[in-house]
């Protein structure tokens, strides 16, 4: 399995900004992508930032322009500078990761717990 440790969450003002850093323990695992997605309440999971080496990288509308994703492959760590922050941007940020055993084509998509980001004033 591959498990990702999630940090840097919190709660910061409008305008503000956060990073979140994600790293893969990925024993046996190669990782084809990592990024994030969040969830506000009574809303569905959303993609925020995605990078894979298939697909290069995503961005949904309400990201592009004030997030940043960058993937540090030697360390199996994705981070997500986040800037101007909104309050809309409240949300719990999951770090995902889509993999493959080593030898095997078949991709296997991984969460992590979840961290909280919330933006007030």
């Known amino acids: 399995q591959v498990q990702l440790v999630e940090s840097g969450g919190g709660l910061v003002p409008p305008g503000g900004f956060l990073r979140l850093s994600c790293t893969a323990q990925?024993?046996?695992?190669?990782?084809?992508?990592m990024g994030w997605y969040r969830q506000a309440p009574g809303n569905e999971r959303e993609l925020v930032a995605t990078?894979?080496?298939?697909?290069?990288?995503k961005y949904s509308d309400s990201a592009a322009g004030r997030f940043v994703i960058s993937l540090d492959s030697a360390k199996n760590t994705v981070t997500l500078q986040m800037n101007s922050l909104k309050p809309e941007d409240t949300a719990v940020y999951f770090c995902?990761?889509?993999?493959?055993?080593?030898?095997?084509?078949?991709?296997?998509?991984?969460w992590g717990q979840g961290t909280q980001v919330t933006v007030a004033s």
């Open positions: 990925r024993p046996g695992f190669i990782i084809d992508g």
């Open positions: 990078f894979s080496s298939r697909d290069g990288t």
């Open positions: 995902n990761a889509v993999a493959r055993r080593y030898g095997r084509s078949l991709l296997q998509t991984f």
